[in-house]
């Protein structure tokens, strides 16, 4: 498959990205545990569909250490055991963000309080703001068609 835009190529594409890519390295420092923000950025591309994004988050969840059995079980994380309470609040979180046309109420109180008992306003900012921009990026990628498979851990850092 070959993307339909070539990023690298366009003059827009490449300013418009060299500032909003700054803002997945600042999330990055976030005082979020980065298990947490791969497997947050893992969940919502697969509710997304956004194949080179799936591809990316789970070698980099890898890298950093994280287990096939915890990768391979994202997408059913309700049924597994393998998640921490803090962990499932970040993922509840992060699927009902993102599916926010699915429930007129967007991210319902309880998900909200849930992930509040186990993260800092600082950690919930993070969470929301990396939420917000994973939503983002597997639309730029999922629009313009852009492959997975070829992506190696550490690639854009």
Request: proline share 2%; aromatic share 8%; charged share 20%.
């Amino acid at each position: 498959m070959e993307a339909r835009l070539d990023y690298v190529a366009s003059t827009i594409a490449g300013k418009s990205l060299k500032y909003f890519m700054s803002v997945g390295k600042l999330l990055k420092e976030a005082p979020l545990p980065v298990t947490t923000q791969e497997l947050v950025a893992l969940r919502v591309s697969q509710i997304n569909g956004c194949a080179a994004c799936i591809d990316m988050h789970t070698k980099e969840a890898a890298a950093a250490g994280e287990t096939s059995v915890r990768l391979n079980l994202v997408a059913a994380w309700r049924e597994a055991t393998v998640f921490t309470e803090a962990e499932r609040a970040a993922l509840d979180l992060a699927e009902q963000g993102t599916r926010v046309a699915d429930a007129a109420e967007g991210v319902s109180d309880d998900v909200w309080e849930y992930a509040a008992k186990h993260y800092d306003m600082e950690q919930l900012t993070a969470l929301v703001m990396l939420v917000s921009f994973m939503n983002t990026v597997n639309r730029l990628n999922i629009i313009t068609r852009q492959p997975a498979g070829d992506y190696v851990a550490g690639q854009f850092h």
